[in-house]
């Protein structure tokens, strides 16, 4: 029910996840299988199960969650467990991207599990079995209490974004402390201003909690001020407020964009002559836009 109403109203859902290589989370009959062929097979049928069941509806799937952090299967199968598991969900259904999702790769760098150059050299050995998998790169940015590190924080996603994979930010989160909200919306910023990062998906604490660490509502479901800070934000992002921008004698202007659509309207005042564009801003796009203004024939060129 929750998926089709998904889809009924254009929301895209990742699947989360097929496998947890964390031992603590597994099933009580799971850890029973001794058996490594056992066991193979069960992950076999899991792997059938639910990727088939949710074929063509999702946009990702988080295939082994945390298998930097553990190693349940790799202990008990085989040190390509994780890659084998990729292959097969790839071969079950294509259509979605297949994440790594891991926590601390770019919130502490003192975490020797995770680090930037681990999780790609994790990615690396997972497509080293089968290079057309459509990887992608789930960071949890899961942050702890105070100012997060983003001069860290870029540089992972940096290194990263290298591979040439979409980032993703799995389970945002700042936990609670002072200037929380502060913090959370620096989080924000810097994962949105990185042209690899392709989506962000908040991982806040229900207000019903014992303990509210990230809570975006309250009780009576009115905005905390953490709340209001994803709220600032996304009003910030989706504005469409015209902005002027007054060239200078050469006839040069120069913006700072956000990765979107734009359209633009040029005027020269002297001539009266103008031109209308639209602008499509990514990670490929040039640096430079010259537009030719002309009585006649205005026109535009990249």
Request: some cysteine.
């Amino acid at each position: 029910a929750m998926l089709e109403f998904c889809e009924n109203n254009n929301i895209s859902v990742r699947g989360h996840n097929i496998l947890w290589d964390d031992p603590r989370y597994q099933p009580s009959w799971v850890t029973a299988l001794t058996d490594p062929k056992e066991l193979k097979e069960a992950v076999e049928n899991r792997t059938k199960s639910v990727v088939l069941r949710y074929k063509g509806r999702l946009i990702a799937w988080d295939v082994v969650n945390e298998n930097l952090h553990f190693r349940f299967y790799e202990d008990r199968i085989g040190e390509n467990a994780s890659a084998e598991v990729y292959a097969m969900t790839y071969d079950l259904d294509q259509s979605p991207v297949l994440f790594m999702n891991e926590y601390n790769t770019i919130e502490y760098s003192e975490d020797e599990y995770s680090i930037p150059a681990k999780y790609a050299r994790k990615l690396k050995n997972i497509l080293s079995c089968r290079k057309e998998l459509p990887m992608g790169i789930g960071l949890q940015s899961r942050f702890s209490p105070g100012q997060p590190n983003l001069a860290y924080m870029r540089a992972g996603m940096d290194l990263l974004g290298s591979l040439g994979f979409p980032i993703w930010l799995t389970e945002v989160f700042v936990d609670k402390g002072d200037n929380q909200e502060l913090c959370f919306e620096e989080v924000l910023r810097e994962g949105y201003s990185h042209p690899r990062v392709e989506g962000i998906v908040i991982w806040p604490t229900s207000p019903f909690a014992e303990e509210c660490k990230m809570c975006l509502v309250d009780h009576e479901f009115k905005n905390t001020p953490t709340g209001d800070a994803v709220d600032k934000f996304i009003a910030e992002l989706w504005s469409s407020k015209p902005v002027e921008i007054v060239s200078n004698g050469q006839g040069f202007s120069q913006a700072v964009l956000l990765h979107g659509e734009y359209d633009v309207s040029i005027k020269d005042p002297s001539t009266k002559s103008s031109a209308d564009l639209k602008l499509k801003v990514n990670e490929n796009s040039a640096n430079i836009v010259h537009v030719q203004l002309d009585t006649f024939v205005p026109h535009a060129s990249l």
